[in-house]
């Protein structure tokens, strides 16, 4: 909705500046029109941007468009800075890299879940996540704060579909070591049994194609709940990456500071001892 005095300010603007006058009906129509679709700031930047870049009388309709453009334009650089808040694993460098984006990019990054599921998604996953970030950008109100809550979506019963009884086993042979990993871990707790940590560990990594030696396992199982959760968010964005890093091995050690154990046996000391028992030999 346009202000009545936003609205005849901007049309008396086009009008002096194209040297076209438009007659009240016109205007009557324009005024209807330009209301279903845009605010006294959206109707602001389409005049501009029609006095910037048009050489006539602009239509009602290429405000509108103006309007649109414009806010895509804004939510394609705003999306760019998310995605470079998304690459840090500093928080507080986060913090500093979306405070100044304006409160219409923080409730599209909101709605999309926020930037946790930004840093964790893969190239597919990113382009639609990046749709729906301009969509409800570009559908948002600078002044509105929240989203208005989803309607409740109608409850149907659900259809119990009976299983097959001549359905056959999987075949594990034929499946990827991660992916056996887990047809295991859903088989025993299918059964009311349950997996131990390190195992629920070992399975974590294994969809990634390592498997993790027994002193790297040892270190993370003893993480707590938030710092494993933190720790495997950061994992998963630099083993998407993988071309900035080495080894699997070289990615968990970096994020968790964790540093081999230094060995205690002093070579030096068993070689001069090989040495003194091959002095002793008689030939």
């Known amino acids: 909705m346009i202000t009545?005095?936003?609205?005849?300010?901007?049309?008396?603007?086009?009008?002096?500046?194209?040297?076209?006058?438009?007659?009240?009906?016109?205007?009557?129509?324009?005024?209807?029109?330009?209301?279903?679709?845009?605010d006294d700031q959206e109707f602001t930047c389409a005049v501009k941007e029609a006095i910037l870049t048009l050489d006539f009388f602009p239509s009602a309709k290429k405000l509108v468009e103006f309007a649109t453009a414009s806010y895509e334009v804004q939510a394609i650089a705003d999306w760019r800075m998310i995605i470079k808040a998304a690459k840090s694993s500093n928080e507080q460098w986060q913090l500093e890299i979306l405070?100044?984006?304006?409160?219409?990019?923080?409730?599209?990054?909101?709605?999309?879940?926020?930037?946790?599921?930004?840093?964790?998604?893969?190239?597919?996953?990113?382009?639609?996540?990046?749709?729906?970030?301009?969509?409800?950008?570009?559908?948002?109100?600078?002044?509105?704060?929240?989203?208005?809550?989803?309607?409740?979506?109608?409850?149907?019963p659900l259809e119990v579909i009976p299983q097959s009884s001549d359905s056959r086993p999987i075949d594990l042979s034929t499946k990827s070591p991660s992916i056996r990993r887990v047809l295991e871990t859903l088989s025993l707790r299918s059964n009311g049994l349950d997996i131990s940590p390190e195992q629920a560990c070992l399975n974590a990594f294994a969809r990634y194609d390592w498997q993790i030696d027994s002193g790297r396992l040892d270190y993370f199982v003893q993480l707590d709940k938030d710092a494993k959760q933190q720790f495997m968010t950061k994992f998963s964005f630099a083993m998407r990456n993988k071309s900035l890093w080495r080894s699997a091995t070289s990615v968990f050690d970096e994020i968790s500071?964790?540093?081999?154990?230094?060995?205690?046996?002093?070579?030096?000391?068993?070689?001069?001892?090989?040495?003194?028992?091959?002095?002793?030999?008689?030939f």
């Open 4 to 38: 009545q005095s936003k609205f005849e300010k901007g049309i008396s603007i086009l009008q002096t500046h194209f040297n076209r006058e438009l007659c009240p009906e016109a205007i009557a129509i324009w005024s209807e029109y330009l209301n279903e679709h845009l």
């Open 257 to 282: 500071g964790y540093q081999v154990p230094t060995s205690q046996i002093d070579a030096k000391a068993i070689a001069r001892e090989w040495l003194a028992q091959d002095e002793d030999v008689e």
């Open 99 to 156: 405070q100044p984006l304006k409160e219409r990019a923080h409730v599209a990054l909101k709605t999309i879940g926020g930037l946790q599921p930004v840093a964790m998604a893969e190239e597919w996953q990113l382009h639609r996540l990046e749709k729906q970030f301009i969509t409800v950008y570009c559908a948002t109100h600078d002044n509105i704060k929240f989203l208005p809550p989803s309607p409740p979506s109608k409850q149907y």
